[in-house]
């Protein structure tokens, strides 16, 4: 089954009602698997299961794509199938990605090539549509022999070989024995690799397939996602579609005008079934005065006009294209004292495990009750992490251990926020238990950084442990985030700066239809309004680009006042 | 083949050092006491019981294998793992066994006791082929290894709501309160008028007076006489089986043996419907000599009903009358040696369905006695099975305490039963005939049998003579002689041979023939005649008959006994 879901129709919402309804007939030791594409999906999946009394056991998988590669195909079959792959599986960090990069470089004299677009090459090399040249193999090789000198793989091997796996039937009789059910959200991200897997669950085994996407919504081009590959599960004769066409997000206003800007092949039929459907506005400000003007205008005229109609900051988002801009909108923020905060929040990386750090110093404040964090969650995380880490937890040592982290834990919440995660850190030993995991050198990374960031004199030396745990201050600030990141999130009001023709659509793929989807999604996470902002020039490398409003402006005003 | 473990391989565990056996989808363990039986049981429950509380898994010094010295302060480990073959058809296993694979076709689950980085020892108990595949409770839980309790108690268990085998089976069902309560009240009725008999009525008095008058009316309790309790859930529990159809026999007026046959039948039943009612994914089933308190023929008949279940099963015995009618490859010999115990098992007896079914009907006709055997002497017939016990009194060798069976083939087929006591790891012996005469000549057949343990030595020794290979075969166990039995004790007992013929009452005029022949053993035509005469009587018979007397013993039938008596002493 494949639905095709527009923005706002509550996909994550259908989503979870299947999963309960199947779980009601699925028995032990059956189960269903439900992958996402990222981590924020994964809590917010286990958040509304769990509300709805899911209990996770054996068999039933909730995770990240890469996750499912790696515990359900790498780890129980990796060894009789690649036995000379370096167990147990260590994935390579950024950093030593990056020193095998250049290393490769070095190696081959092919400066040119770089991390991108090796990356795209490995991923789409088993789309048929996708030649690869014989320079990038070799030099593809040299990199892959450097990190498995290291006795490392990335995330690339990971999907490769879980896409050989799933090419074994014993595999294919395993994973469908377990998996009856395989559900995936956001299936519009899946590169061709991850895509070639859920290919053949359909056709090869029994496993019923239930896919979720949204072909108008794939902005993740440079991650090898393509929406051909939803397309084309949908257009498999194996399957069948479903469209959810109403939107219990959008007035029709912004359904429409986002019409206008992703121009389909196809008409959408999208309809507004809110309370609002005739309220709402979209707004074009032309500001010919630039970028950073622009953002002095949000600030001095759009906010307070948008609090006129009593949004509270947290209901409203500026969404913008990428780092560079950002580094241009936080200091004009700070200096007008507007208190901000990104999706992913902008002062550190809130991944897995920092999450966990921040449920806990949720816990820890909310006194242990009515903050729908649990104990016994917190700590089997931990002993999870400590498991991976080599250390075998049995009977005797489970409650010394259970018992340890609850000392830990509960001591001294009333220091600053640097003392508190420095003295959990030291006394749990995270960095050097998550280092001996060997799995998650970019959470060894984001402890560090949190750590090193909030020590005096650094830029989150102010944080508080209300902050970090999501008390307070968060509720009256307005979110900060990019295009892509605003995916799958909602607000009242939206505002997105910098319009010009060049920046969006980009002047290098003027005519990707990639560019209008990035737009799109953006669009279409307000309620009901959006701003959007314009000079009709900007600045890039030092230098002037007057290119005029971007297109998709310009046919916006079109359609508006023909 | 159904699901089942496929071997299980014991390492520093107790009597064993390193051992690895193959396992069949039903494992009968023999061996002599203190082989090592309940401690492979035992190895098995440390990997799969979860009823085995995790303070059972860690060890004591004790526990390692007693040819270690200080084993701890070594750093020795302990580990046992198990595999399982047969799951790759059932979508509940794979589902379990799926995430500990170790090849196409196998799962692994490993128990390793082991010093941590502190020194302190610790276990692990994992699947697949590394460490980081938790075996867990869970799935313990899902393909539990069961125990059933020793025979013992049997009738105690019965009558005991509390460990009665009745009680989960009645447990399973969910009764409807309001059936119960009126129930109750009919019994109500019923025990109103018991206690309304005078004499009973006026007995409950005397007690609570009695009572009374020793410890006051503070202490004093109030008891009445009845029967049973009305509570709906102590009916219930007070519910209990009888051996007749009139509710009238109670178990403890019946036999011990019937007792346990109905012990099992429930536990049995029990099991069956957790399978079906898919409570559990698969059980193995483990039995410590079930023989104990069951006739003979029960045992025969209990097992061979337990044969038949599909799911695996692993039992110790030293009862012959349950290895007569185990499968053939389901047995495993564990044999103590200065290097540990040894296993050996049949499971990957390479023989045909016909040579299957024609050793199990041997081993059920002879009650399973070469399987329980030191060492066997295999001879070729009837002939031999009176003559060679005789032989070895005269050479005094006492066959039985020695432990030694002479095991007839019926005929010159060894190999199923060379294959068979090879993988049992049984010392044997073979007395052959060379039968020069006849197409297969016992030349051929034994290069044969060499060649199922070493193809190079049966190529080299068949161009050597014929005296030499004769001699050449006795490095391999197998003592043949030039001819025939018959003619190489004739030729050293004619006067015996007269006497037997005599006493079957052969006419003076055949008995002279027969002397000429007897000193002419040289010339065919004269084994002819001895052997036609011989087979008038009947190759037994004449056998049986020339037993009863002193008889110089052919040298190759001595050298056989002698050296399978010195194998069994060397071992």
Known sequence: MVILAGPGSGKTATLTVKIMTLLQEIKYPQGLACVTFNNDAVIEFRDRLKKMGLQLRRNIFLGTFHSFCMWDLLRPFGRIYFPNLPFPLKIASNEVRLKCFKKAQELTGYSSITMNGMQISRRKKCDTDFQINKTMEKFILCYISLLRHLKMIDFDDLTEFALKLMQKPLVQKIISAKYPWFLIDEYQDLGPILHQIVIILLTCTNTKICAVGDMDQSIYKFMGADPKYIQELSNHEKTRTIHLRLNYRCCQKIIDGSLIILQPSETREYVSRTDYANAGEIKIEYKPKGFNYQIKEIIDNILPQLHNLSFSDREIALLYLDETDAKKIIPILNAAKIKFQGSRDLRYKRTFYIRWLESIAKWVLGHRGGTGIYFHELVKTWLYLLELAGKSINTTNRLKEIQNFYRVIVSRPNLNFYQWVESIARSLKIISVLKKGGQFPDEVKAFRTLIKQSSPNQPLAEITLEEFAGYGKHSDSITLTTLHSSKGLEFDAVIIPGLEQGRLPHYKSIDDPEERRKFYVGFTRPRKYVYVLYSGWYEAYGKIYEKGPSQFITELLDSLNP | ?571
């Not at chain 2, 399982?84 to 689950?109: H, K, P, W, Y």
């Not at chain 2, 066997?376 to 005789?390: F, S, T």
């Not at chain 2, 030694?404 to 044997?428: E, M, Q, R, W």
């Open chain 2, 1 to 571: 083949m159904p699901f089942h473990i496929s071997k299980v391989s014991i390492q520093n565990y107790r009597n064993f050092h390193d051992l690895s056996v193959d396992l069949f989808q039903k494992t009968v363990l023999v061996g002599e006491n203190g082989s090592g039986k309940s401690n492979f049981i035992n190895a098995l429950r440390l990997v799969l019981d979860p009823s085995l509380p995790d303070t059972e898994r860690y060890l004591e010094e004790r526990d390692f294998w007693n040819g270690l010295s200080s084993p701890m302060q070594n750093k020795k480990e302990i580990i046992v793992s198990v595999e399982f073959q047969g799951f790759l058809d059932n979508d509940s296993m794979l589902c379990i066994l799926g995430d500990f694979l170790i090849s196409e076709d196998t799962a692994r689950v490993t128990y390793r006791y082991f010093p941590n980085n502190r020194n302190e020892y610790e276990f692990i108990i994992f699947g697949g082929l590394e460490g980081e595949n938790n075996f867990d409770y869970r799935v313990r839980k899902d393909i539990p290894l069961q125990i059933l309790p020793p025979l013992r108690n049997a009738e105690h268990d019965l009558s005991q709501w509390r460990r009665s085998p009745l009680k989960p089976l009645i447990n399973r069902f969910k009764f409807d309160n309001t059936d119960l309560s009126d129930l109750a009240e009919n019994l109500n009725v019923l025990r109103n008028t018991i206690g309304n008999i005078p004499e009973i009525n006026s007995l409950q008095t005397q007690i609570n007076t009695r009572i009374n008058s020793m410890v006051g009316e503070n202490y004093s309790v109030n008891t009445s006489i009845g029967i049973g309790s009305t509570d709906t859930a102590k009916l219930i529990k007070s519910l209990r089986l009888y051996v007749d159809e009139h509710l009238t026999r109670e178990i403890g007026e019946e036999s011990l043996g019937i007792c346990n046959v109905l012990y099992i039948a429930l536990l049995m039943l029990n099991i069956e419907s957790q399978e079906q009612l898919k409570e559990i994914v698969a059980i193995i089933l483990a039995i410590e000599e079930p023989e104990a308190h069951l006739h003979p023929h029960l045992q025969r008949l209990v097992y061979r009903d337990f044969f038949l279940r599909t799911s695996p099963l692993i039992l110790t015995t030293h009862s012959p009358h349950i290895v007569s009618v185990s499968p053939i490859k389901s047995l495993v010999n564990l044999k103590k040696t200065k290097s540990g115990t040894r296993g050996f098992s049949s499971a990957q007896l390479d023989i045909s369905l016909q040579q299957i079914q024609d050793l199990e009907r041997y081993i059920d006709a002879t009650r399973g006695e070469i399987v329980f055997a030191k060492g066997v002497i295999l001879v070729e017939g009837i002939a031999e099975l009176y003559l060679v016990p005789r032989f070895a009194e005269i050479l005094e060798i006492d066959l039985d305490a020695s432990g030694i069976t002479v095991c007839s083939a019926h005929g010159t087929d060894f190999k199923p039963y060379v294959k068979f006591l090879n993988s049992l790891g049984i010392p044997f012996v073979i007395i052959t005939d060379g039968d020069p005469e006849i197409q297969h000549t016992g030349y051929n057949r034994c290069l044969k049998l060499i060649r199922l343990t070493n193809e190079n030595a049966a190529l080299k020794f068949e161009k050597c003579s014929k005296s030499l290979q004769i001699q050449l075969f006795t490095y391999y166990n197998i003592y043949m002689n030039e001819s025939t039995l018959e003619k190489e004790i004739g030729t050293l007992n004619k006067d015996t041979f007269l006497q037997c013929f005599n006493d079957f009452g052969k006419r003076s005029d055949t008995l002279t023939k027969l002397d000429t022949a007897l000193n002419t053993l040289t010339k065919k035509d004269s084994v002819t005649y001895l052997l036609t005469k011989i087979e008038e009587i009947g190759k037994g018979r004449f056998a049986q008959r020339l037993a009863s007397y002193d008889l110089i013993t052919p040298k190759y039938i001595s050298k056989a006994i002698q050296s399978i008596v010195k194998w069994i002493k060397n071992s």
